[in-house]
């Protein structure tokens, strides 16, 4: 039987998000203290990869002030209508969804012109030897905006102007991006680690 696959949208009022959003462990997930998020302390973001703006949402949700940027003209309208329909529930939602401004461009660009004290990068994994392990919404994202050729370039860019922090997310068992230096230090989970590179 053919599955029907549902159309690709950014939904932050229902489904996982909107669970971890209820349920998720705060600053104690690796996310946020790879961010730098702890008590007393929140940093200002720039999240250089905004994808489906799952990874902005969380952050926001902790309090973070969040500059998204996308360069995928149909992720960029999804996340546009995401925050839309997230914005007009009013209440918490509403006030996450202040906290997040989203910027259409490239981040190699418009990261230089930003002030940023901890940036995030995300760009497309390699493929997985078992794609069955990649989640749908991610093999659709996939097939918009293909692969992020240019990753070691954004990850060297965006450590020459973060004021404290970059941090690259990427499969916990990936060998590291070629051509960029060594990091700080990682924070592993299961299946993503976060490279930690200080800078200030
Ligand atoms: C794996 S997704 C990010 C998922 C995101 N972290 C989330 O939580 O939903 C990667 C996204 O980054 C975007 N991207 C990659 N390189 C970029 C760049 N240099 N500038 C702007 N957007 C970029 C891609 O178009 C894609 O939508």
Redesign the pocket.
Known sequence: MKRVVAELRVDFVNGSVAHRLRFGGGRGQDLAKAMGLRAGKTPMII??????????FLLASLGAQVTM????EK?HALLTDGMERAASEGGQLREIIGRMTLLK????DLIPELSGEAILI????PERKNSALVKQD?RQ?REI?GT?D??AD?VRLAIKHARKRVVL?WPAKADPIEGVQACSHQIRGKTTRYDVFMTG
């Open positions: 999240d250089a990869t905004a994808g489906l703006g799952r990874d902005s940027i996308e360069r995928s992720m461009g490239d981040a190699k995300d760009p497309m994994h991610l994202v905006v992020d240019d990753a954004l997310k």
